[in-house]
């Protein structure tokens, strides 16, 4: 069954460094997302993709953040200088376009430590 | 607007009863839900979905939900609890937008 796959698994970086978490969605999808989870909490909603642009996007998702779909396959969420608090799991997503109905498929996530 | 409430937090049953799981959903049209699990330091998995063609919708490991829209519900259940069960579960919501909005998640703790 075709799969989302994140890489890195485990990214770890200094704080105000860039940071791009990449992710390479089923292929017949259309529709892109990025979660992100810190340690313990909720899932929470970034920013969802759709034609070669924004088509959503949270409060979390700020100046700091932005995605691209570069080459038709992968997806990558890049952050310009990161934080304490961006230590989370990121989660891609995708979703196809048949129905209503479709489900989001996740990726393993990658877990993004900032020290 | 759309938005997903799951009563509780925390749940906690012995191997080999039942569980359930509950959610609440707001929607002002038929919406389209799902439950998705996470295992401990695992990514998201989908467990079931529900499209309208049947309110009791089957999904993986025994796993069950009813849609019922006269209580905007769709608690998931399984008949017996497995130690492997245990992790977190997430009701969700997606929108004709294409947007999914989750629940803040039960965690589901199986006592042996």
């Known amino acids: 069954e075709p799969e989302v796959t994140q890489t890195p698994s485990h990214q770890v970086t200094q704080m105000g460094q860039e940071v791009i978490l990449r992710c390479v969605p089923i292929?017949?999808?259309?529709?892109f997302y990025w979660y992100r989870q810190i340690l313990g909490q909720k899932v929470e909603f970034l920013v969802s993709?759709?034609?070669?642009?924004?088509?959503?996007k949270s409060e979390i998702f700020d100046d700091q953040f932005s995605v691209e779909r570069p080459d038709g396959s992968n997806f990558t969420l890049k952050i310009r200088s990161t934080k304490l608090e961006d230590s989370a799991m990121y989660f891609c997503?995708?979703?196809?376009?048949?129905?209503?109905?479709?489900?989001?498929?996740f990726g393993n996530g990658t877990r993004l430590t900032v020290t | 607007a759309q938005s997903v409430t799951q009563l509780d937090s925390h749940v906690s049953v012995s191997e080999g009863t039942p569980v359930l799981l509950r959610c609440n959903y707001s929607s002002s049209y038929s919406p389209s839900l799902f439950w998705y699990v996470q295992h401990p330091n695992k990514g998201l998995q989908l467990l079931l979905k529900y499209t309208s063609a049947a309110t009791l919708v089957k999904g993986i490991n025994g796993f069950e939900a009813e849609f019922k829209k006269s209580e905007t519900s769709f608690h998931l259940t399984k008949p017996s609890a497995h130690m492997s069960d245990a992790a977190e579960y997430f009701c969700?919501?997606?929108?004709?937008?294409?947007?999914?909005?989750f629940g803040t998640g039960t965690s589901l703790t199986v006592i042996p």
């Open positions: 292929s017949n999808h259309l529709y």
């Open positions: 993709f759709y034609n070669n642009e924004i088509s959503e």
């Open positions: 997503a995708s979703s196809g376009q048949s129905s209503y109905n479709s489900p989001l498929h």
């Open positions: 969700v919501v997606r929108n004709t937008g294409n947007q999914f909005y």
